[in-house]
């Protein structure tokens, strides 16, 4: 996606794929690309110098670099790997209507699924999960050495590489997680996942990354690592997911912070195509939480799976939609959701989850998600 022109066509195509169970089931094909070792995106972008020294000429960006340089940890020492974990009880009990719907529907394709192949199907959507947040997590690592590269702002530079180190560690200690304490690394990429972290790697407009990266998947990933963490009972991932998480904020912080300046002297035009973006990505992971590596491996039809899934009563879909309670908020507060006819707000209505708009944003929501920061103080106390 390079194109400055604007793109009625591509609008549209976007908003009736949105709503096309046959189109997403389509789409959700089994990826075939599970051989190749290395994957390699262009990524079209120049790299800028800045001259201008003057640390702290951004003082909320100067803030999250300080605060990033003390809650570093070590995925290693500061995580207790002796710790023996029973794939069958890392898993979170489940949502009981969700469990009616998939089971109990004479027209779920899960509908003849035995106890083991239950017992299956949750080690192996634990599995792809992690496998998915590995995946997410270098493609944030690529992403943030890219806007160490092509951010022309001396204060943000210096954050972006402090990110670098925390999104290393993200990918060594979920990679780690499933190499020890589950059955491997058993998932590739999602192919919703793969086209959007390409989209955003590939674009030569620096904000881009930031919106595509830090805004989007990076929000979601913190409102998917919350529901993990509040849920499952095994005491090494959740202290992981705690220490992932007090990273996150602080990017998503960055994005934000970051964006409100740009966002305030772009033209008309240019925030359509933002908003438009925001929405590409935001459907791309809508869907790749459809799981459908996990159906194929299963020996499920992963069309009769996805549409199934589609059809799920809107009452059902609490977590498909608390995936978005930090993304809206934020893109609130950088006026994306309501800037020209309010486009954004329109298509995040229709998609459900326009209710989160008030919540908190992640501006500053680091600081209280610190814990790396509250288990020092107490290690002191
Ligand atoms: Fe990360
Ligand atoms: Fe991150």
Redesign the pocket.
Known sequence: MTATEPRPDYANDLVEYANDPDRIAEFSVWNDDVTSLIHTVEDNAAAIYTWRYDKGERASLDKLYEKAKTSQWNGQTDLDWSIEVDPYQVLAPANPAEVEYFAENPESPLHKFNEDEWAELGVESMNWSLSQFMHG?QG?LLCTAKIVETVPWIDAKYYAATQVV??AR?VEVFAQYLDQKLDGIKYPCNSHLGLLLDDILEDSRWDMTYLGMQIMV?GL?LAAFSFMHQTTEEPLLKKLLRY?MS??AR?VAFGVLSLQEVYQGLSAAELRERQEFAFEAALRMRDRFLRQEVWERMGVDVKDMVKFTLAMPDELRVFQRLLFSKIVPNCKKLGLLDAGDGWLRDRFTEIGVIEFEDWVDTGLEYEDLDEVAKDREAALA
């Open positions: 997590e944030a925390d999104e993200h990076e990933a992932v990273d996150e990017h």
